[in-house]
């Protein structure tokens, strides 16, 4: 009897606690996107969440949530018609695609912000496509990333023939994360342009065997590698961090990553040694622009928009490119700039060990069509890690 | 009657709970491995992902991946940990220290636990290092690669890890509260203690060792974090070749990964339903008694 | 079992289960632990500074995480011991759908169920909420409650109730000397169970709070594959709160066990 009076009480205290909810919509703004980086998180959390708060009086909060997650979430609230709890979306490649496709997204708005009318270059094609995809407005620019290498070596190998040379003389020291790894996605797809080129895939159907033939040599040249790789290329890691650890630890000779300035980073917290270095594989290597979108369904578009235009931002691009910060390069357009702007924005300049701007952007590759992503991810995984 | 209907009363409220958010959430999922999709305009029921999944040339392989390391692991695990808290309950001193580090790594989510595993078992990590330190290895190209391979042993480990403790909490206070009472008498009959082991907390302890080893075996079988970072490529355990599917950017293939999740789930029932068996044999008895 | 081989066991257990934690608790802490490095060159607290001090309001999402985990468990104990109870009341044919039925969420990943009721929680006005997480986790950890329940209530039989009774302990006396001390054991370990159950839920509370109800876990593992600084500090906090709250309810719970019986380890 007792267990039965308890029982209530328990419940209504559920149902007490459950439906008390704070009432501070138009107050704030949210933000979600991956959240597995502190110092990306702590630019929003501090630096922007700051300006937000003085300029407009919003209130940021930053959602840790990865995009896949994100697009479940707005599927399911699309197939009710429910409002949504997502302001802006970080947004990559990929993901745009299928996010536009599925008539998730709000747009277009890139050409009402003030910021991007100023400081945007809308002719410059990496801001036209993602991933090969037509923006048209729907989602817009954040920052530059580029693949780049690091190695502990005062002159690494920097073409495909060095490489293998180089692990034909050092077997067992070289070795990638698996696709579909983001990142090992993107070492795989640059050795591709390095061996076919890129040009070819810009306009290539998606299917299974047009792809296939088209990968042969990229494939035969990956195959070579392995006899002289980490675990004779039988067994890859799985992550970047991991790849990272091998590195700091000696295991393998190189590392990459998205993140010119991760070198520096990791020189400062004491886990790569101070003589890291970047370099470029290749002739070129692959860069990308990574974005900023708006659900549909965001319950505060007023407030989604004022986010993006101030993250256009000389000042928040400025902050955002320091190496101390985040060092994610910029999307301004140079010649939108004033001399000031310009000399504000580049104030930090690259980090320790980083190949300059310049070098970067001047090399760099564009990204294929998002549907030949996943078909290359499947061909790689059937064709290179088994016997 | 009135005994049974207080019963069923007081069993409702869980049931029906229960009933309710796991078959509508599992109807739901097993729908859309029919192709049922909505939200993307894919409302024709449909076989081929099931189809296209029993056409995998991969699919044994990781299937037999799969229970490979969670068998392995749980058997290890549950062994031990008997073995371990028997040792324990036995002992002459209380051991509070031991019985609340054991409790440590139930609060351990498994993926922090992959971590630690990662950098104990590469060869250039804590284990390498201490062997090289105290001499026993010249350098770390002697230590083994355990890790991302085919036989599955950073996975197993991490399992083993989990379960390890799990168990010898979970069995510490049955074995605690037999150990006095049963020990006497058949200490007095002239069983010997191998024999009381054997025939006396073995049985006693099997419902909560086999509950507590199919608990592991089916979250080790079904789960895709930890294959999926310690776990090789090829094969693929299974849960990780779902969760890939999912997190395509290709919504089209999220039919194919809750294709798996069914067969996974099939599987996992199938050896519940031998444990019901076996179980209400065992009942059986006890009822009788 | 001979001493010398009880003690080579307890030895070797504690190594195994001890020696990770000490690496997890080394690794939040250091700085330049680079092969072949044993212990690191220095020590810093980088990690925990960037989590309590840096890391919006994390005081405020802890005090809310144990808030929500501590009325997840409740409620599962609560629900766990009428269920328990119930069980052994049954006819063993009962016990065996209802048992069937109960341990479901046991043996079904939550995930692809969170998936499915993400969209009926939406129509029910449920997701991005609290009560929506709650009820989510719930279903996570009932199970176990219900399985600790029902093996104690069958283990323990009806004797001591009977006893009790005939020693004049009815209603709320019953209730309080002869009940609870009982189950005072069952009920420390499954909400322990519980609360550390509904603590790490991360999928399904991101999925159905909707990236609203913010938990220690939604705000901990998106940095657990990455910098291991930062992965095991977070780690080890998570465990210290744990923790805590196991001692919390043991010392709560027996507190209230002062006359009663209570059966199992002390």
Redesign the interface.
């Known amino acids: 009897m007792k267990k039965i009076i308890l029982?209530i009480l328990m419940v209504s205290l559920l149902l007490v606690v459950g439906c008390t909810e704070k009432t501070e919509a138009n107050k704030e703004v949210y933000f979600y996107g991956w959240g597995g980086d502190p110092r990306i998180n702590s630019y929003l959390d501090e630096d922007i969440a700051a300006v937000m708060k003085e300029k407009h009086d919003l209130t940021l909060v930053r959602v840790g949530m990865?995009i896949?997650e994100i697009?479940t979430k707005l599927?399911?609230e699309?197939?009710v018609d429910a409002e949504g709890t997502i302001d802006v979306v970080w947004i990559n490649g990929?993901?745009f695609?299928?996010a536009k496709s599925?008539d998730l997204l709000f747009g277009p708005f890139l050409e009402d912000l003030p910021n991007a009318q100023k400081y945007i270059n809308f002719d410059d094609p990496e801001n036209q496509y993602d991933f090969g995809y037509a923006i048209e407005g729907y989602e817009a620019p954040y920052g530059k990333a580029q693949l780049v290498f690091t190695s502990y070596l005062e002159t690494p190998p920097t073409s495909l023939e060095t490489l293998k040379e180089y692990l034909i003389a050092h077997p067992?020291q070289f070795t990638y994360p698996?696709p579909?790894d983001f990142l090992g996605s993107a070492f795989v797809r640059n050795i591709i342009y390095e061996t076919v080129g890129y040009e070819i895939f810009m306009d290539m159907p998606a299917d299974y065997e047009v792809v296939k033939s088209a990968l042969a040599p990229s494939l035969d040249y990956l195959k070579s590698l392995k006899p002289y790789m980490w675990?004779n290329g039988?067994?890859?890691?799985?992550?970047r961090e991991?790849l990272d650890?091998?590195f700091a630890?000696?295991?393998v000779f190189l590392t990459m990553t998205y993140n010119p300035n991760h070198v520096s980073d990791r020189i400062d917290a004491g886990v790569f040694e101070p003589h890291a270095q970047n370099f470029l594989l290749g002739n070129k290597t692959i860069g990308n622009t990574h974005f900023l979108a708006i659900p549909k369904n965001a319950p505060n578009i007023e407030a989604a928009k004022l986010l993006i235009n101030e993250l256009l931002s000389v000042e928040s691009q400025a902050k955002k490119f320091d190496p101390t910060v985040w060092g994610d390069m910029p999307v301004l357009d140079n010649n939108k700039l004033t001399d000031e702007e310009q000399k504000l924005l580049n104030v930090s300049g690259m980090g320790v060990g980083t190949l300059s701007q310049e070098t970067l952007l001047n090399n760099r590759y564009p990204e294929m069509p998002?549907?030949l992503v996943?078909i290359i991810e499947q061909i790689w995984?059937e064709e290179i890690?088994?016997n | 009657m009135k005994?049974?209907t207080?019963?069923?009363?007081?069993?409702?409220?869980?049931?029906i709970?229960?009933?309710g958010?796991?078959?509508?959430?599992?109807?739901?999922?097993i729908?859309?491995s029919f192709g049922y999709f909505?939200?993307?305009n894919l409302t024709k029921l449909t076989l081929k992902y099931y189809q296209e999944l029993f056409k995998s040339p991969t699919l044994v392989k990781s299937l037999v991946y799969s229970f490979k390391t969670a068998i392995i692991s749980t058997l290890l695990g549950v062994g031990?940990g008997l073995?371990?808290s028997?040792?324990?309950v036995?002992?002459p001193k209380e051991?509070k220290f031991?019985k609340r580090?054991?409790?440590?790594?139930?609060?351990?989510?498994h993926?922090?636990?992959v971590?630690?595993?990662?950098?104990?078992l590469?060869?250039?990590?804590?284990i390498?290092?201490?062997l090289?330190?105290i001499g026993l290895l010249s350098s770390?190209?002697d230590f083994p690669?355990l890790?991302?391979?085919s036989s599955g042993i950073g996975v197993i480990v991490v399992y083993f890890?989990k379960a390890?403790?799990y168990t010898?909490m979970v069995l510490?206070?049955v074995l605690?509260?037999i150990d006095k009472r049963y020990n006497y008498v058949s200490r007095n009959l002239g069983a010997t203690?191998l024999q009381f082991f054997f025939y006396v907390v073995l049985p006693l302890a099997k419902?909560?060792l086999i509950?507590s080893a199919?608990?592991l075996f089916?979250?080790s079988f079904?789960?895709y974090e930890v294959p999926?970072?310690?776990g090789?490529?090829?094969p693929k355990a299974l849960?990780v070749q779902a969760y890939?599917e999912?997190?395509?950017?290709?919504?089209e293939n999220r039919p194919y990964a809750?294709a798996i999740?069914v067969l996974?789930?099939i599987i996992?029932?199938f050896l519940?339903g031998v444990y019901?068996f076996v179980s209400?044999r065992v009942?059986?008895r006890r009822?009788y008694d | 079992?001979t001493r010398s081989?009880?003690g080579i066991?307890?030895l070797v257990?504690?190594l195994?289960?001890?020696g990770?934690?000490v690496?997890?608790l080394v690794?939040s802490m250091a700085k330049g632990l680079a092969?072949?490095?044993?212990l690191p060159s220095h020590m810093t607290l980088d990690g925990y500074r960037y989590l309590l001090i840096q890391y919006p309001r994390m005081v405020h999402v802890i005090i809310n995480s144990i808030k929500l985990s501590t009325i997840v468990a409740s409620l599962s104990v609560l629900?766990?011991i009428?269920?328990g109870?119930?069980?052994?009341?049954?006819?063993?044919r009962?016990?065996?759908i209802?048992k069937?039925?109960?341990?479901?969420?046991?043996?079904?990943?939550i995930v692809?169920?969170?998936?499915?009721?993400h969209?009926?929680f939406i129509k029910l006005n449920f997701a991005n909420k609290m009560i929506g997480v709650i009820?989510?986790q719930?279903?996570v950890t009932?199970?176990y409650a219900?399985?600790i329940f029902s093996?104690l209530f069958h283990?323990l039989g009806d004797k001591w109730f009977e006893q009790g009774e005939l020693y004049g302990a009815v209603g709320l006396k019953k209730f309080r000397y002869v009940t609870f001390p009982l189950l005072s054991?069952g009920i420390i370990?499954a909400f322990?169970?519980s609360f550390?159950i509904s603590f790490?839920q991360?999928f399904v509370t991101l999925l159905i709070g909707g990236g609203r109800i913010k938990t220690f876990?939604t705000e901990m593992?998106p940095f657990?594959?990455g910098d291991?600084l930062i992965?095991?500090s977070f780690?080890m906090i998570?465990?210290g709160i744990?923790?805590l709250m196991?001692l919390c309810i043991e010392v709560f719970v027996k507190s209230f066990v002062k006359k009663g019986i209570v059966?199992?380890?002390g």
């Open positions: 029982s990865n896949d697009l599927l399911g699309k197939a990929e993901n695609h299928t599925n067992g698996a579909p675990q039988e067994a890859y890691p799985a992550t991991q650890t091998l630890n000696g295991e998002a549907d996943p995984l890690p088994s | 005994k049974q207080k019963a069923i009363l007081y069993t409702m409220p869980a049931v709970f229960i009933a958010t796991i078959l509508l959430g599992t109807f739901l999922a729908l859309q909505p939200e993307i031990c073995v371990a028997y040792a324990i036995t002992g051991h031991i580090m054991m409790a440590l790594p139930v609060a351990i989510p993926i922090i636990v971590t630690i595993v990662f950098n104990l590469i060869r250039t990590g804590f390498s290092r201490l090289i330190g770390f190209q690669n890790l991302l391979t890890w390890f403790p010898m510490y206070s605690k509260s203690r419902p909560m509950t199919l608990i089916a979250f079904s789960a999926y970072l310690l090789a490529i090829v849960p890939i999912y997190t395509s950017p290709i919504l809750m999740n996974m789930m996992t029932f519940m019901q209400t009942e059986r009822y | 079992m081989l009880r066991i307890i257990s504690c195994i289960v001890g990770p934690l690496l997890l690794l092969f072949p490095k044993l629900l766990g009428l269920a109870r119930g069980l052994h009341g049954l006819s063993v009962g016990r065996t209802a069937a039925i109960l341990v479901l969420p046991l043996l079904i990943p692809s169920v969170a998936m499915g009721l969209i009926v009820i989510v719930l279903v009932l199970p219900i399985l093996d283990y054991n370990s322990s169970i550390i790490s991360y876990a593992f657990i594959n291991p992965a095991s780690s998570f465990l744990n923790m196991f059966v199992g380890e």
